[in-house]
């Protein structure tokens, strides 16, 4: 039920927290193309995991390796979004820098949970899932920061980079997350948790108006 929710919630903000923007900021083909980049970076973060544990002569267990590309996938996420966040304050715009910033505060929130939720399944405490959950954001900072000071250079990243992250996040989706969750006799469950977890993240989206 868990990675059901889990799973929807990445393909919701996937979709309306980041390839829409891409589709408002950029034009079709640098969208497609950050889409290609993401899913080929995911693809070789995995033979990269399993080439380390080869080396090592470890078997990592399957449920380990997929909590650490959720992490890693969420990390890089949160760049693109640090962006919009220093791109928006550094607009003039009144009130759209705060808006921005809450926004993506609050979609925080269920991904900080989509964070913990593989490293719960995968054995870790409470203190590695919290620290995992905030260190995935630690780049929107930094990304707010460099966009401010480089507005123009970084708004022209925008779509690629928005991009990049959704398709790292959907290819993690359809390769790892959602036949974990729907594998065996748990698919009721599964799909139960996909409903209400897609639906708060679509409820929160529209809210905020993220897209």
Known sequence: MLLGAAAASMVVVSVLGLLAPALDEGGPGSVLGGLAIGVLFLAAARALLRRHDARGGRIRPDSQRRAVLVVLVLFVHSLPEGFAIGSAWASGTEGLGLFVLLAIAVQNIPEGTVTAIPLSIAGAGRAKQVAAAVGTSLPQPVGAVIAFLMVEQ?????????????GAMLSLVVVDVAPEAWRGGGRTR????????????????LVLDVS
């Open 154 to 166: 970084i708004e022209a990243l925008l779509p690629v980079s928005f991009a990049f992250a959704a």
């Open 190 to 205: 599964a799909s139960a948790g996909a409903i209400v977890g897609g639906a708060l993240m679509v409820a929160s989206a």
